[in-house]
């Protein structure tokens, strides 16, 4: 069996591994032609953001921005870290900079609203989330199924029309009526990258 294979074996066996070869090429050179500087690593920190590594996920997000100042995305994943780190003013100035770079973004105020919101600042939170909502009216549907079955979130989480809505209902009661935050219950919110 081993002694002579044959000239149609041989050829069909070159043409499998010339395939092969020409196949893992061009996937090589589709994934990383159509990368920008910093993707890499900014692909880095959103798996350490998913893992709840946020302090080592901000790193990678800014090495992305070092590399690729113009990197929207590393500036909101930069801002969500920091959000969860509780460092309100960098996040602040982080989803700045994505406004400036992508102002037709509504995610972006959507965000810029979160961190308002955390920070106290409901209001300016309030006209945030209601501009991200006018601007992309599928910034209400929240967290995709698919995001709450890989995260194993049981309920669908408040959405940024949830939070203005509590929002609008608080500041309609007296102020010393008012509820903003339940921090066992703000603490529980899952963050994740839209």
Do not use: C
Not at 141 to 166: C, F, I, S
């Amino acid at each position: 069996m081993s002694q002579d294979q044959g000239p149609i074996y041989k050829l069909t066996k070159w043409i499998a591994i010339i395939g092969g070869v020409l196949w893992i090429g061009f996937e090589f050179y589709r994934h990383f032609s159509g990368m920008a500087p910093g993707d890499i690593s900014f692909v880095d920190g959103k798996n350490l953001f998913k893992d709840g590594r946020y302090e080592k996920a901000a790193e990678y997000f800014s090495d992305t921005l070092e590399k690729n100042p113009r990197h929207s995305s590393a500036l909101r994943g930069l801002a969500n870290s920091n959000v969860q780190l509780k460092r309100y003013d960098e996040a602040l100035r982080a989803i700045e900079r994505a406004i400036q770079l992508s102002p037709e973004f509504g995610g972006n105020y959507a965000l810029r609203g979160i961190i308002y919101d955390h920070s106290g600042r409901h209001r300016q939170a309030m006209a945030d989330y209601e501009k991200s909502l006018k601007m992309d009216p599928d910034v209400a549907e929240g967290m995709h199924w698919l995001d709450r079955l890989l995260y194993n979130v049981q309920e669908k989480p408040p959405t940024v029309a949830d939070r203005l809505e509590y929002l609008k209902q608080q500041f309609a009661l007296p102020e010393s009526k008012r509820v903003l935050r339940i921090p066992d219950q703000d603490e529980k919110q899952r963050p994740y990258e839209r």
